[in-house]
């Protein structure tokens, strides 16, 4: 025990973290008279009592000898003291300065090294918190999200800083492309900082795969001409810097230094997706561990409901009865999930016959619907690559509606089958909650599954061929003839409509409703209301953005760039929106549990991803008439191309990594590792577990020696009367 932990405690007597006991006679196994009646002090002898015991009995038997976790509460012992500052142990502001003391009188004893050390280390942990504290204010929406968070709470906050998450990720995935990618090209091409480059013409392949011929716009051009081409994706875009066509160099050099640029074009793609993948999980783990907090029981539910629920950043007096409301649909909620588990648990063989085969008929219509949503988007791509290069379609609103075709179809199907999702769940007799989830997982199935079937539509027409001379291309080079630069023309209409829709929602949907139920007073609109700001729905649309930003990335290397201005935008449109026309949503989602599932459905959509590129990479053949990769067979022949100029040893080096023997042993010391900390999980699972039993057993304790308090009270009581009488 430490001087401080001496100082404070009642002479002759211990303290453990949870437990007091009386001094202890020499010889005496354990603490006797009152204290052993305790229930804490019963349960922890009959655990180290136990035959076969072993961690139960260990982790008892600290509880009642105050050991290490006892004098921790009470101060550090001397070896330690320099190990925290005095703020980090759980004391009081005397006992803290005590420690201070303590700390500042061992420090007159260390060397002149360690106290230059210590002096070091406590300067540089200021700086960085000095440093941490500017930067916050540095911080994008600093005060905007704090605005939003005071007015509707924590909920919606958590939309908009994953708003501004998605933003800055954009950026960073921007500034990988255009450093090492469309930077070094432009420089090269003008001939800036007296750079060169070299283009290698394909090898071994037909003339007639060489043929690209960009639809850029000459002559007299229409002003409509240039908002169909700004709109699409053609004309003088396609031979900007936007598009993968744009980059047919092999080799730059800057002086003596010579620049892969397939090289880098492939390892910047790998890079921003490397990058992304860290983020999210970084930021899950911190999701996922305040998550695992709100695991609890049905009696720590309501606990947590009743006594810690209020959101004390709410400031606006509309959001606090909304909080109210919301609080009390979740106490509801839990009620009506207990009514359905009881429901269930006394469901006849008959009843679970009968809702089990109106959910399997449910899950066929619902498979129906989306069959009928994949196959409209299949034969809407189809019709759209044929018809949308018809040079005798003059027509401007015609040619415009065939080429965004594909985009429509998909936004509509975004919008009709969750709309039926919703009223179909209502007869598959689930639980709120479990209703909730289910719904968000089938919106999210839905659109990211539409992203999948587009690029399979097109992957189709891309690989379709039926003569020689396109079977000696590899692709269908005369629909296709620079097919990457097709795919990301579909990824920029996409990403454009779906910024006119978000933005034409709010324009002519939201402010008009809002318009009508302010100043118009039928009953059929005050009863329609204004339209709920719904958290969910619109994390997935810019989720659904997100995706089509991944993807399209290779194939558009600056679409980051155009996904960083739309969610800029998107942020002051929902703001503006959140504020003057919607409503929060009457049940709201908690933020912790909200982040979480946000950065899940996110990380979905990025795996997503990596399928079509993965396919676009090392599958199809690469255009033989654009692009970087035009003298190689595919996009990874970059990889082993390039090892090849590497020295012997290197190149063995590299060769023995990617080989089955050591593949294999890598996978098995990986699966050891997982192995290890599932075990290490659930140690730390069965410690949680341990401590909640404690913390009932305490409670037990303070209950007991009320009612012991209460009988002596009593009996002395009786006793004066009877003196005095």
Not at 378 to 401: G, M
Not at 545 to 550: D, L, P, S
Request: charge should be positive.
């Amino acid at each position: 025990m430490s001087g401080l932990g001496a100082a404070t405690e009642p002479p002759g007597w211990r303290q453990g973290s949870c437990e007091v006991f009386p001094p202890e006679e020499p010889g005496a196994a354990a603490p006797v008279g009152f204290l052993q009646q305790l229930p804490s002090y019963q349960t922890a002898l009959r655990r180290r009592n136990a035959p076969g015991a072993g961690t139960q009995g260990r982790w008892a038997a600290p509880q009642g000898s105050g050991g290490r976790r006892g004098a921790e509460a009470w101060g550090p012992e001397p070896g330690e003291r320099e190990a925290r500052p005095a703020r980090e142990y759980p004391l009081s502001i005397s006992e803290k300065r005590i420690l201070r003391d303590l700390q500042q009188a061992d420090t007159k004893y260390l060397s002149g090294w360690k106290q230059w050390k210590r002096a070091s280390n406590k300067s540089l942990k200021k700086v960085l918190n000095e440093v941490k504290e500017l930067s916050s204010y540095l911080e994008l929406w600093r005060h905007d999200i704090h605005s939003i968070e005071g007015k509707f709470g924590t909920g919606i906050q958590s939309y908009f800083s994953f708003l501004r998450f998605l933003v800055l990720l954009n950026f960073i995935m921007f500034i990988l492309m255009f450093s090492f990618v469309t930077f070094p090209s432009i420089i090269s091409k003008y001939g800036i900082f007296n750079s060169t480059f070299a283009k290698i013409p394909p090898q071994n392949t037909e003339p007639h795969c060489t043929v690209y011929t960009p639809s850029g716009n000459k002559g007299l051009i229409y002003f409509y001409t240039y908002l169909k081409d700004l709109l699409s994706g053609t004309g003088f875009l396609e031979v900007t810097s936007l598009f993968y066509g744009y980059y047919t160099i092999h080799t730059a050099w800057f002086g003596i230094l010579s620049y892969n640029l397939p090289l880098a074009y492939l390892l910047a793609t790998f890079a921003y997706l490397a990058l992304s993948f860290i983020w999210i999980i970084k930021r899950s783990v911190e999701g996922f561990k305040q998550n695992l907090m709100h695991d609890e029981d049905q009696f720590q539910s309501y606990c947590n409901k009743v006594f810690a629920g209020w959101d004390f950043c709410i400031t606006d007096p509309n959001a606090a009865r909304l909080k109210h409301r919301s609080l009390q649909y979740e106490l509801q909620t839990d009620l009506e999930e207990e009514r359905l588990k009881r429901k269930i648990a006394d469901r006849t063989v008959k009843e679970k016959l009968r809702i089990y085969s109106l959910r399997i008929f449910i899950n066929i219509i619902v498979i129906a619907v989306l069959s009928g949503c994949f196959y409209s988007i299949y034969t809407a791509t189809v019709f759209s690559q044929e018809n949308s290069s018809d040079i005798s379609n003059v027509n401007f609103q015609a040619n415009l509606l065939v080429q965004y075709l594909p985009s429509i179809v998909i936004t509509l199907a975004n919008f009709i089958a969750p709309q039926i999702f919703s009223f179909l769940i209502r007869f598959e007799d689930y639980s709120p909650a479990f209703e909730i989830r289910l719904t968000l997982m089938r919106c999210v199935f839905v659109r990211l599954a539409n992203i999948g079937v587009l690029l399979f539509s097109l992957w189709s027409q891309i690989s379709y061929c039926s003569t020689d001379e396109c079977k000696a291309c590899g692709y269908n080079y005369k629909l296709y003839p620079c097919w990457e630069t097709e795919v990301g023309q579909e990824m920029y209409k996409l990403t454009i409509f779906d910024f006119m829709i978000i933005l034409a929602v709010t324009l002519f949907v939201d402010f008009p409703r809002k318009l009508l139920v302010t100043h118009c007073s039928c009953k059929l609109v005050q009863w329609y209301g204004l339209q709920e700001f719904r958290i969910s729905d619109n994390v997935l649309e810019i989720i659904y953005g997100q995706t089509i930003c991944w993807i399209g990335t290779f194939f558009s290397p600056l679409l980051p760039a155009i996904a960083t201005i739309k969610y800029f935008i998107i942020f002051y449109i929902k703001k503006i929106s959140l504020i003057h026309t919607c409503k929060p949503a009457a049940r709201p989602v908690r933020a912790s549990s909200s982040n979480f599932f946000f950065l899940l459905v996110l990380l979905i959509g990025l795996v997503l991803a990596f399928v079509p590129l993965g396919i676009s990479i090392a599958h199809i053949p690469s255009s033989k008439a654009c692009g970087p990769f035009k003298s190689f067979n595919t996009s990874w022949e970059v990889v082993p191309d390039t090892i090849l100029g590497f020295p012997t040893g290197l190149q063995q080096v590299l060769h023995g990594i990617a080989s089955e023997a050591f593949a294999v042993p890598f996978f098995v010391v990986i699966c050891l590792i997982m192995f290890y900390f599932m075990a290490l999980a659930g140690a730390h699972k069965q410690v949680v577990e341990q401590l909640r039993e404690q913390l009932v057993l305490v409670r037990f304790d303070l209950l007991f020696c009320t009612s012991k308090v209460f009988f002596i009270v009593s009996v002395v009581g009786h006793a004066e009367e009877h003196q005095f009488s």
